[in-house]
């Protein structure tokens, strides 16, 4: 049995098609190629851009900034010094791109003015760090990125 030209394309064709399929069918069955979303809830995340925006500009306009740093004992978040910081309210969101499954969120709740994050609690890598909060009714939000 001779194969022509058309015959052998026809099998050319049905054999990319079933290694690109294999391949497909492979990365969506193991777990090891994990494609979860950037956050749970990403459209209800993008309506509120702009309110992120307004309390940037809120932050950014402090006379002394938030500053967040690495230090040996974990990640310190230090609060402005003019502020009260017992009246200081709000959250630090801690994102991991590499693996949602080590995203936490702490309250934030001073006895100084500064917030400790343990080195107990983070595992090494790219942080995604977000301080959302409010004083005397004005809502702030800091954001930095620090590989720990």
């Not at 609060?79 to 949602?100: A, H, N, T, W």
């Amino acid at each position: 049995m001779k194969i022509n030209w058309g015959t052998g394309i026809v099998i050319a064709f049905a054999l990319f098609m079933a290694f690109i399929l294999s391949f497909v069918y492979k990365v969506q069955s193991n777990q090891k190629y994990d494609n979860e979303l950037v956050t749970n809830e990403y459209y209800k995340k993008e309506a509120t851009v702009q309110i992120d925006i307004e309390k940037k500009q809120h932050a950014n306009a402090l006379k002394n900034l938030v500053v967040i740093k690495k230090v040996d004992e974990g990640i310190i978040i230090e609060f402005p010094s003019d502020f009260e910081y017992s009246k200081i309210k709000g959250k630090v969101s801690l994102y991991r791109p590499s693996s949602q499954k080590l995203d936490f969120e702490i309250n934030i709740s001073l006895s100084s003015p500064y917030l400790l994050i343990p080195k107990s609690n983070l595992t090494g890598g790219l942080w995604d760090i977000s301080v959302d909060w409010n004083y005397n009714e004005t809502d702030y939000l800091n954001k930095e990125t620090i590989y720990f």
